[in-house]
């Protein structure tokens, strides 16, 4: 068993989308509409058959998970770079564009080379080898 995918809202699909795309490598599949939930979603493919999808609906209260940033649910998502060099050049051209670096690049006590940044919508991403 493996999981499908991942789902993420958000009130910018088209921003959230291009984000991913830009920064991770992600291949934009096409829209779905349901006009009549006024629901939106495009599902987006990384490397290796990952999958996140993007959701938008004008009736899902927006907030950033930033906001409160240690609560129960989904922490983060983690990309693999596949070297301490590539973590470094990601996260500081992510932050070179003005998103906010948390912590890192660095290694953990649980030998982990990471850092983590915030996506356009204050997600939580943890970049690694």
Do not use: K
Not at 26 to 39: D, K, L, M
Not at 80 to 87: F, H, I, K, Q, R
Not at 95 to 102: E, H, K, R, S, T
Not at 121 to 129: A, K, L, P, V, W
Request: charged share 20%.
């Amino acid at each position: 068993m493996r999981i499908e995918h991942v789902a993420i809202w958000t009130g910018n699909l088209s921003r959230l989308a291009s984000f991913y795309e830009t920064y991770f490598q992600a291949s934009v599949g096409r829209r779905y509409v349901n006009p009549a939930r006024q629901f939106v979603s495009v599902f987006l493919t990384f490397e290796g058959r990952a999958r996140l999808e993007l959701m938008q609906m004008p009736t899902v209260a927006l907030r950033s998970p930033a906001e409160e940033p240690l609560s129960t649910g989904y922490a983060h998502v983690a990309f693999s770079t596949g070297s301490p060099e590539a973590v470094d050049a990601l996260t500081t051209r992510l932050q070179a564009d003005g998103y906010d670096v948390l912590d890192g690049p660095r290694r953990t006590g649980d030998g982990y080379y990471e850092s983590v940044v915030l996506d356009c919508d204050g997600n939580r991403i943890e970049i690694t080898i």
